[in-house]
């Protein structure tokens, strides 16, 4: 029977986690909207050279002026 | 006729002088210049997103090249500015303009116009974009003006910089609906055995964690996901109030209480499935309900309307952008052609012509000399005025009227009293008579059963059933009248509209459209030489009649050059032609006399060639399409009564639609209000239809105000609905659906009340079994959400699917 035991807290730790992982995602915004985003997709990337994109200072930024 | 030029950028109807440029025609400079710009910042892919092109067209009344330019104060800055520091900034703007993936995509490039742009990003519902940018290469006023030079004007308003308003608490719903999800799911999961009898291999202690677990998570449903309800229950009880939330929350601790017992002094399965899943439901169902039209606002008052900043002319006679707020009496301001008169003053120099119809409803402007009063919220027409404020922006006498609404609110209230909480009443006093009265018999019978009888009344009794019909019933019916072009501002808002038997409208801009007017010609027949003199004479005239008998002339397109044009402010147009004097004006202007007035008070325009009188203009409100069918259709079923702001309404068969007693003219927005609260008081449920500002205090007044918009994103005073102009004529389908709606209500209700007496008589005998327990209370609910959206699909089917959407 040790076996049904080891399978269901298995089972039930992995749930958590992914409690934890919804719980992240709504509170970095990702579900503020849920439309925006099915359409974005849907565009094509230009493939002209970007002029001056830094992502580094980007990603740095969002996650600073993202509190909570 | 020529065939139709469609502009290239706005898809608008060119005209008859179309831009050419890059071998594709454009509506005006305006359109043109944008798609110049984006196709040499290599943004012309905007234009094949769309199989029609659908661009945006600026809003030709606002354009000024100063326009954002309180954007530079530190002060708007910093209030506007989400996030700043040396390198980077962040800012948020609400472009009413969104409206297509196009626009998505084109506003999420717009790095590629601007160096100093780093990302934008756009919430498509909210109609915002954010743009994080740099404040050395680009100011924010640079990166407004350059969204308006794209046709994306963004919309800056006073509340906007009074603070943000908070947008995290629907993240906390998403929070608790996905935590009760998961614990109901879980508590699912490991009642497994129950539910199949499997006693044999697992009981012992394993059979125990798996209770204790389900202990863990149906408390944590509970203490989390239905916080709400306890603490609503609980605050109402303070003020003396029985509402559902009360019973919700006696269930909720019932099945709670008995199941802790059942796991831990019993070693037995409990509820905590049935507990978790109740909760979840009745999250989905406030979910459901919370879902509003994020891009539209049902709130705004007068300070929405007003601009942000205005041009204030200082001591050393230099022209500068000023705060609205900062403005004191004594200051003198520039007003512009179509700018806002911000509040009270004296003209100083230049000719008003103030256009007060959205304030009062009066239609016509007012001509206003130097040294005499101009009042906040009228429109400047014409020429450029300059005006000394003698009180500031709150104290001005005709925003001062709109001050005055949140009184009203409690009153509304409490002249209606939604169904819901009749029944709840009942359901409440039904609740705890029963089971009290359960708990006495037992007790004195059987003592050993009356604990867990009380207890199961308590849980089988709990009103999920009744708590998710409103919910799922009005909001799916508010989502069906959404995708019509009905937006409610609450799901609750059905019931009022089901309720009312009094339809107000206004007139202006309501039943008539606010900006197209109906011009016949009276007298001789023009020349085609003659027809051009006078077009030529309208042509630079801004007044509105002017601009209304130049459409109506402008067949021809070409002008004649005409000498010593002048205008004279509210008398008429002058010029000279040919050493002849040709005027436009009125009756008194052009000294007509072979055409006498009489009382009809539309306006007119008279002509005069020399000496010779030609004939006049008669320029007429137009009435919105539709508006007989919808006059005919509701005068059935309710009492129809008008109000206006204007002297009367010529042109109408006013007299065909409204009993003479129900027509009211000249009435000021106080007084529109008053009319209301009247009516009210008579025992009549109103509806309030209106559009202005002029309309705002009516409609909060009545049982529910509807306001009409050409474009709903754009200013629409304070109401409980919004309806696109071009829905109106189907309006009494709406309002009929809203009233077979109640029955779906009380439908609903009456479910869930069998499922109710049934529980009870099992509970109240003390033969709940868990078995019973476990089909009962899901049952009850998920049949309750299915009738109500089924039942409420098959009635916007059959009310609004058949009626074709005006576009």
């Known amino acids: 029977m040790s076996i049904i035991l080891i399978l269901a807290s298995a089972g039930f730790l992995l749930a958590l986690g992914f409690l934890v992982a919804f719980y992240w995602a709504t509170k970095s915004g990702q579900f503020d909207d849920t439309y925006t985003p099915s359409v974005r997709i849907l565009h094509d990337e230009l493939h002209t050279p970007e002029p001056n994109t830094d992502p580094s200072h980007v990603n740095e930024l969002n996650s600073k002026s993202n509190p909570s | 006729m020529a065939e139709k030029l469609i502009c290239a950028h706005c898809g608008e109807d060119c005209g008859k002088d179309p831009v050419i440029y890059d071998g594709k025609p454009f509506c005006c400079q305006g359109c043109r210049t944008v798609y110049q710009l984006l196709e040499e910042n290599k943004l012309g892919q905007y234009y094949t997103l769309m199989d029609i092109p659908q661009g945006v067209k600026t809003d030709e009344n606002a354009s000024s090249s100063s326009r954002y330019a309180f954007l530079d104060k530190e002060e708007i800055k910093r209030k506007l500015l989400e996030f700043s520091n040396e390198q980077f900034s962040r800012v948020t703007f609400y472009i009413p303009a969104i409206h297509c993936s196009s626009c998505i995509w084109l506003l999420e490039n717009l790095h590629r116009m601007h160096p100093g742009i780093v990302t934008s990003m756009v919430n498509f519902n909210k109609k915002e974009v954010s743009v994080v940018f740099r404040p050395k290469n680009i100011s924010l006023r640079q990166l407004a003006d350059l969204l308006d030079s794209i046709h994306y004007a963004p919309e800056i308003t006073l509340e906007q910089t009074e603070g943000q308003k908070g947008r995290r608490n629907s993240r906390i719903l998403i929070l608790q609906l996905g935590v009760a999800g998961f614990c109901f799911g879980n508590t699912m999961l490991f009642s497994f055995p129950e539910y199949l009898a499997i006693h044999e291999p697992i009981d012992g202690p394993l059979h125990q964690l798996f209770n204790l677990i389900n202990l863990f998570l149906g408390t944590l449903a509970m203490l989390y996901g239905g916080r709400d309800y306890f603490l609503s229950a609980f605050k109402n009880l303070k003020h003396g109030i029985l509402n559902l939330d009360l019973p919700i929350s006696i269930g909720m601790l019932a099945l709670w209480g008995q199941s802790t017992w059942m796991v831990l002094g019993e070693g037995r399965n409990g509820y905590f499935d049935s507990l978790a899943g109740f909760v979840f439901l009745l999250l989905i169902g406030k979910w459901y309900q919370s879902k509003t039209y994020d891009a539209l606002s049902f709130e705004r008052d007068y300070k929405a309307y007003f601009p942000v900043a205005v041009t204030r002319v200082n001591d050393s006679g230099v022209e500068e952008s000023t705060l609205l707020k900062e403005i004191k009496p004594g200051d003198i301001l520039r007003i512009r052609n179509k700018e806002l008169i911000p509040a009270d003053g004296i003209l100083r120099s230049g000719v008003g012509t103030i256009d007060y119809s959205f304030v009062t409803g009066e239609s016509k402007p007012v001509a206003v000399s130097e040294g005499q009063a101009v009042f906040g919220g009228g429109r400047q027409i014409g020429e450029s005025i300059y005006v000394e404020v003698s009180a500031a922006v709150d104290e001005s006498k005709l925003t001062s009227l709109w001050n005055q609404h949140h009184d009203d609110e409690n009153e509304k209230k409490s002249s209606l009293q939604p169904l819901i909480t009749k029944v709840s009443h009942y359901f409440v006093y039904g609740l705890l008579s029963v089971s009290l009265i359960t708990l006495i018999f037992w007790l004195v019978f059987n003592p050993s059963l009356a604990v867990r009888a009380f207890v199961s009344v308590l849980i089988v009794a709990c009103p999920c059933a009744i708590a998710l019909t409103l919910p799922f019933t009005f909001g799916n019916t508010r989502r069906y009248f959404g995708h019509k072009g009905f937006y409610l501002k609450k799901p609750e808002v059905v019931e009022q509209l089901a309720h009312a038997d009094t339809i107000v409208f ?61 205008e004279l402010t509210s008398r008429g147009l002058l010029a000279v032609y040919k050493g002849k004097r040709v005027m436009a004006g009125s009756a008194e202007f052009t000294q007509l006399p072979g055409f006498e007035r009489d009382d009809d008070s539309s306006p007119r325009v008279y002509l005069r060639l020399g000496d010779e009188p030609i004939g006049f203009f008669e320029i007429g409100a137009r ?185």
């Open chain 2, 506 to 566: 206004d007139k202006t801009g309501t039943l008539t459209r606010p900006d197209v007017y109906d011009v016949k010609y009276f007298g001789r027949k023009l020349s085609e030489e003659e027809r051009m003199v006078f077009r030529s004479l309208f042509m630079h005239s801004t007044h509105p009649l002017s601009q209304a008998v130049y459409k109506y002339l402008g067949e021809g397109d070409a002008t004649l050059s005409l000498e010593n044009y002048r």
């Open chain 2, 623 to 807: 009435l919105r399409e539709g508006i007989d069918i919808l006059i005919s259709e509701v005068a059935q079923d309710y009492e129809l009564h008008l109000i206006s702001g204007d002297t009367s309404a010529t042109g109408l068969p006013i007299g065909k639609w409204f009993a003479p007693e129900n027509v009211r003219f000249r009435l000021s927005p106080v007084e529109k209000r008053d009319y209301i609260r009247e009516l009210v008081n008579r025992g009549k449920r109103v509806i309030m239809i209106g559009d202005g500002l002029n309309d705002a205090g009516a409609l909060s007044a009545g049982l529910a105000g509807i306001s009409i918009a050409d474009r709903v994103y754009y200013f629409t005073p304070a109401s409980d609905a919004i309806l696109e102009a071009d829905s109106l004529p189907i309006l009494p389908r709406f309002l009929q659906m809203s009233r077979k709606n109640m029955g779906v209500v009380r439908a609903s209700l009456l479910i869930s009340l069998i499922y109710n007496i049934v529980g009870l008589s099992f509970a109240a005998r003390g033969l709940l079994s868990p078995l019973i327990a476990a089909i009962l209370m899901p049952a009850s609910s998920v049949s309750v959400v299915a009738f109500t959206t089924v039942a409420t699909s098959l009635l916007a089917h059959f009310y609004l699917k058949k009626s074709p959407r005006i576009i």
